[in-house]
């Protein structure tokens, strides 16, 4: 009788481990599918992939760890940043092939200028399928922007070597970046930042362009260029009243698994 019962109640949490599993693996399969890929997207980047982390061992670095990204529009560069540590630490430069307009923000939709500011980049941004072979969306825009009445969409950094307001970096570069963000997101790391500055933001740069209009804008990204620097952390940034905010960033970043 007793054995009976203890079978019973067996059998009983067995079924409901089954229950929960069940409702449990559609949740999983959402959560994965927030980084979409496509067949193509996979032969790009297992074409790099053993470069890549032939490189990054070499700077004692590891592919999935966190990233950060920073854009220089007048020298032409963009910046991939690995977390190592909880800091941040270079790994590679690459040459932007093209952007579009000069030195200053984006401001409305089809004005041909590509922006400056502080972005974040989600799983769900990465786009597998763009006709500029890969790209990702660097999320203009953002709060800021839109208090400042700024407008525009589908702002890119992609592949080829052609821009209407976005990033182009031609395509074996962006498979590169492209396999660097997507195996952050498999690890782990929800959001990495992104930010745009019209050029290096030193005093001395700065002081250059003093007379410009957009001489306060690019005061307030430059509080955010100069933390970086000093911590290689990524600084919190919020929006209000129309101006970013800059503060330090106190929390431990993410770590590897």
């Known amino acids: 009788e007793k054995y009976k019962l203890e079978e019973s109640m067996q059998k009983k949490n067995i079924f409901l481990a089954l229950i929960i599993i069940m409702f449990a693996l559609p949740c999983f399969a959402k959560e994965q599918s927030e980084v979409p890929t496509t067949p193509r997207a996979e032969r790009a980047m297992s074409r790099v992939k053993p470069r890549v982390n032939k490189e990054l061992t070499t700077k004692g670095l590891q592919l999935g760890a966190p990233i950060f990204m920073r854009i220089f529009k007048l020298s032409n560069e963009l910046e991939v940043w690995v977390e190592k540590e909880a800091r941040y630490e270079l790994f590679k430069t690459y040459p932007i092939c093209s952007y579009s307009g000069y030195v200053g923000p984006k401001l409305r939709e089809g004005d041909w200028q590509s922006p400056e500011g502080f972005y974040r980049v989600s799983g769900a941004q990465m786009n597998p399928q763009s006709r500029f072979h890969l790209s990702f969306n660097i999320g203009y825009p953002n709060k800021f922007d ?62 250059k362009y003093r007379d410009s209009p957009w001489f306060d804008f690019w005061s307030d990204l430059r509080k955010g260029y100069s933390l970086f620097e000093r911590e290689r952390r990524v600084p919190v940034v919020t929006s209000d009243q129309g101006r970013y905010i800059v503060r330090r960033n106190r929390r431990r970043l993410a770590m590897m698994d």
């Not at 525009?152 to 396999?179: P, T």
């Not at 959001?191 to 001395?204: D, E, N, V």
Request: with cysteine; aromatic share 12%.
């Open 146 to 207: 839109a208090s400042n009445s700024r407008t525009g969409s589908a702002i890119m950094v992609h592949g080829q070597c052609v821009s209407q307001g976005c990033f182009a970096m031609g395509n074996k570069q962006i498979e590169e970046i492209y396999l660097m963000a997507y195996q952050a997101f498999l690890k782990g790391q929800e959001q990495f930042s992104l930010h745009i500055f019209p050029f290096r933001m030193t005093r001395k740069n700065l002081r």
